[in-house]
């Protein structure tokens, strides 16, 4: 039974380690989408998108970024989604510039068009969706950035 004790033990010390990283003062990490363009190398039917990130760390500890799935959605059609698995790891307090490369969706993006040649509009919404690994011991972080974007140049 005194073996069982010292698992039992060892069990609980390493959950309550575990736990004392979700500090109650964590602040979510901010990514701002700072540019997107045409991929150099897209090649063949689909087109690649580079997408330059801004991800802003404002707690007091590094964030060890292990992946990255992500989706951009137009009026509720999604466009373009990837997954990028080398990501730096972000220090305390601190702003790293990242380019990710996303793929097309073709139905998706089809939808969008339908719904653009079908009516007149001036603006669009779009919904950024982020979901940040950054490790085993702690859980996803789910960013989404919402907004609209013009579709006329006002000089």
Do not use: C, H, K
């Given at each position: 039974m005194t073996l069982f004790k010292r698992f039992f033990a060892l069990l609980l010390m390493l959950s309550l380690v575990a736990c004392a990283g979700l500090s109650p003062n964590y602040e979510k990490p901010q990514v701002n989408v700072t540019s997107f363009t045409l991929a150099p190398d897209s090649a063949g039917l689909a087109p690649r998108f580079?997408?330059?990130?801004?991800?802003?760390?404002?707690?007091r500890s590094a964030l060890p970024l292990h992946g990255m799935s992500y989706s951009v959605e137009v009026e509720g059609n999604r466009i373009l989604s990837g997954a990028e698995p080398n990501l730096p790891?972000?220090?305390?307090?601190?702003?790293?510039?990242?380019?990710?490369?996303?793929?097309?969706?073709?139905?998706?993006?089809?939808?969008?068009l339908n719904q653009l040649l079908s009516g007149q509009r001036d603006e669009l919404n779009y919904l950024f969706k982020a979901r940040l690994d950054v490790g085993a011991l702690m859980p996803y972080i789910n960013i989404e950035e919402k907004g609209r974007f013009g579709l006329t140049n006002t000089n």
């Open positions: 580079n997408i330059g990130l801004q991800v802003i760390n404002p707690n790891r972000i220090e305390a307090y601190s702003t790293a510039d990242i380019v990710i490369q996303a793929s097309p969706d073709l139905f998706g993006s089809a939808r969008l």
